[in-house]
Nanobody
Framework: QIQLVESGGGLVQAGDSVRLSCVASGRGFGHYAMGWFRQAPGQERQFVAAIHWSTDVTYYADSVKDRFTLTRNNAGTTVFLQMNTLKPEDTAVYYC?????????????????WGQGTQVTVSS
C-alpha cells in the first residue's frame, strides 16, 4: 500500500508562485510514475503534469506548460510542482497520484494511488 501526502497549497495572488510537495511512503515504492491533477468546483479532474517512472521525462498540460515544473528528489519519494505566474483559472484542489511502472500518462484512470489533495486559490 502506498500513501501520498500533498502539502504547500494556499491562497495567493495572480502572478505569485507556489510549490506543492507530495511525499510518498509505503513498501515497494520505487517504480512509480507520479502525476499531478487538479479539480475545480463543478469540473472534472484535469491532468496537470507527470513524470515517467524511470526516465524522469516530464509531461505537461498545455495550460501550464512554461509556468509549472515537476521535479522529483533523488530518492524518488517526493515530487514537487513549482507553479509560477499563477492565474485565477489555476484555482483548484491539486492531487498527487502514483502509477505503477507508469509512463507519465495524462489518463487519471491509469493511476493506482491518490493523495487527499491540497487547495490552491489564486485571487485576481
Amino acid at each position: 500500500q502506498i500513501q501520498l501526502v500533498e502539502s504547500g497549497g494556499g491562497l495567493v495572488q495572480a502572478g505569485d508562485s507556489v510549490r506543492l510537495s507530495c511525499v510518498a511512503s509505503g513498501r515497494g515504492f520505487g517504480h512509480y510514475a507520479m502525476g499531478w491533477f487538479r479539480q475545480a468546483p463543478g469540473q472534472e479532474r484535469q491532468f496537470v503534469a507527470a513524470i515517467h517512472w524511470s526516465t524522469d521525462v516530464t509531461y505537461y498540460a498545455d495550460s501550464v506548460k512554461d509556468r509549472f515544473t515537476l521535479t522529483r528528489n533523488n530518492a524518488g519519494t517526493t515530487v514537487f510542482l513549482q507553479m509560477n505566474t499563477l492565474k485565477p483559472e489555476d484555482t483548484a484542489v491539486y492531487y498527487c497520484a502514483a502509477d505503477n511502472y507508469g509512463d507519465g500518462t495524462s489518463n487519471a484512470r491509469e493511476y493506482d494511488y491518490w493523495g487527499q489533495g491540497t487547495q490552491v486559490t489564486v485571487s485576481s
